[in-house]
């Protein structure tokens, strides 16, 4: 079934072609601006609503739905329309109002340490399924301004490459999205860092790089036996040349693997020369691994040596842990191998 976040606004003004050319905007304008369901658009007539709910259903279903930090974290399960679950994780910040999105049903990349990549890979989203779990927090956000996308929910967004990026343009032309408060999150897919810097949009990228020798980052990251340290700082020295963009890393802090002074010292010989920003994350517990995250006094410690090298260097604060919904933790893949994920709130 196709969905009406998939058309142009050519497109749209073809299909219809038999009313008024005004309509047209409205719909757009409800679409994109308002993050309305064609049906819900309530300057279009009652009867083009209804009409335009038969021809394009809506395409995510709401499995589940939980919330946790008081109120300021909120996860949905949504199901496809073949049966695929995906997650997105809605975040009110002081700030700015954040979503976590999915770009695939599951992941391939395999990382150990990453409950999506221990489920393993469903399917690769379409453009409309990621653009409609962005217009329902928008909808969900309100009265507050949905500000930031960030593709860092179920799956490696720069291996379904084409619909990240017209998601990317849609969200930012379309929607009139800050292109930097749209950050794509990445394995390290080093050929996709090059092309999407030359794409002329200036998104925020960052890298997951969890470890700066090959040894450990092979086992933790699969993908580093294709895609080595020595290619990642390549990519990411083109994407710096070609954007003017700084890029940041993503490190989650595991107790005992990448947390020791050694490994201090290889994340500051990778950053410094990149003048990358260092975003801490303590891991979060999954199922399939179990090895725990560093105590907080180690997360400090390594910061403040970090910061002692000259690193730029901040501590992610971890949303949603007791719903399962905060970085790694994603795995609602219908596949046959795991059904939805465990509810678990917190009295
Ligand atoms: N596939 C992309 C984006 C989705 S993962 C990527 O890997 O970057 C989003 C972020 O969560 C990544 O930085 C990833 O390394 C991190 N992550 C995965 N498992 C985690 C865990 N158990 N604890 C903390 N962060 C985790
Ligand atoms: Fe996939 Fe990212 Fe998880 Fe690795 S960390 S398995 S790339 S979602």
Not at 187 to 200: M, N, S
Request: glycine share 6%; hydrophobic share 40%; aromatic share 6%.
């Amino acid at each position: 079934m196709p969905s009406l976040y998939e058309l142009s606004r050519e497109e749209l003004g073809s299909h219809l072609s038999g009313e008024p050319k005004y309509r047209v905007d409205q719909l757009w304008q409800g679409l994109w601006s308002e993050s309305l369901p064609a049906n819900e658009i309530t300057t279009l007539p009652k009867s083009l609503r209804e009409k335009l709910l038969t021809e394009f259903p809506p395409t995510l279903e709401i499995a589940n739905d939980v919330e946790t930090d008081r109120g300021a974290t909120r996860k949905w399960v949504f199901r496809l329309s073949d049966g695929s679950t995906i997650e997105t994780v809605l975040m009110n910040y002081d700030d700015r109002v954040t979503v976590c999105v999915s770009s695939q049903a599951g992941c391939a990349m395999g990382c150990t340490f990453c409950a999506t990549g221990q489920a393993g890979f469903n399917r690769h989203l379409t453009v409309s399924e990621v653009v409609e779990q962005v217009m329902f927090a928008a909808r969900t956000a309100a009265p507050r301004r949905l500000s930031n996308v960030v593709f860092m929910g179920m799956g490696e967004p720069l291996a379904n490459y084409n619909v990240t990026v017209e998601v990317l343009r849609r969200l930012h032309e379309f929607k009139g999205m800050s292109a930097r408060h749209l950050t794509v999150s990445t394995v390290g897919v080093a050929p996709a860092i090059k092309r999407l810097a030359t794409e002329g949009l200036p998104l925020t990228l960052a890298v997951s790089l969890h470890a700066a020798n090959n040894k450990t980052r092979d086992e933790l990251i699969p993908l580093n036996k294709r895609y080595p340290l020595e290619r990642l700082r390549e990519a990411c020295e083109k994407w710096i040349d070609t954007t003017g963009r700084r890029l940041s890393f993503e490190w989650a802090l595991i107790d005992g693997v990448n947390d020791t002074d050694q490994a201090m010292d290889e994340l500051a010989d990778f950053a410094l020369p990149l003048n990358a920003h260092v975003n801490l994350i303590p891991l979060n517990p999954t199922p399939g691994y179990l090895v725990m995250g560093s105590t907080l006094q180690r997360v400090m410690e390594f910061r403040e040596g970090l910061e002692g090298q000259g690193v730029n260097v901040t501590v992610r604060s971890t949303r949603g842990r007791s719903i399962d919904a905060a970085c790694g933790q994603l795995a609602a893949v219908t596949n046959g191998k795991r059904r939805a994920v465990t509810i678990r709130e917190k009295a």
